[in-house]
C-alpha cells in the first residue's frame, strides 16, 4: 500500500504490526497508545499508523476503538485519508457495531477486518471482507 502512496491505519490490538514498514507506532505492551498523537500522524500527508493497543484490557478496547474511530471518519470524511482502515483482529472490537454508531459505510472498500477465525462471519463482516463487495 506505502508503495502505491496508500495511506493506511492499523488497530493492532495484539503488538502483531509494531515493526511495519513505513508506519509509525503508537501504543506497547506497556504504554497505551494516545488519542491525539495517532490523530497528529494520520494528518500529515503520508502518515500510516499503527495503533498497538496490546497494553489496554480487551474489555477496554472496543470503548478505545468506539472514542477514536468517529474522529478518524471525520478525518476521512475531510481529507479522503487514512485511504485505508485496517482491524486485526475484529472480533476483538465489535467491529460492524463501530461501523454503525460512526455511520462509516461498511461496503466502503477502504475498510476491513482481519479476524484470525472467521468461524461464523456476519453476512455484513463477510461483505467488508471481499475487499467492499
Known amino acids: ?16 504490526y509494531d515493526d511495519l514498514k513505513n508506519a509509525v507506532s ?16 494520520l ?24 472514542k ?4 478518524i471518519a471525520e478525518l476521512r470524511g475531510r481529507t479522503g485519508r487514512p485511504h485505508w482502515l485496517l482491524v486485526d483482529e475484529a472480533h476483538h472490537l465489535r467491529f460492524e457495531l463501530r461501523m454503525q454508531i460512526v455511520g462509516l459505510p461498511c461496503d466502503d472498500p477502504g475498510t476491513g477486518p482481519r479476524r484470525n477465525d472467521p468461524g461464523e462471519p456476519s453476512e455484513r463482516g463477510a461483505r467488508i471482507f471481499r475487499a467492499g463487495k
Open 68 to 71: 477514536l474511530l468517529p474522529k
Open 26 to 41: 503508537v501504543g506497547d505492551s506497556k504504554v497505551p497508545p494516545n488519542v491525539d498523537e495517532v490523530l497528529e500522524l
Open 43 to 66: 494528518r500529515k500527508a503520508g502518515g500510516n499508523v499503527v495503533i498497538n493497543t496490546q497494553s489496554l484490557a480487551v474489555s477496554d478496547r472496543p470503548a478505545f476503538f468506539a
Open 1 to 16: 500500500m506505502a508503495e502505491r502512496r496508500y495511506e493506511f491505519c492499523v488497530f493492532d490490538p495484539e503488538g502483531d
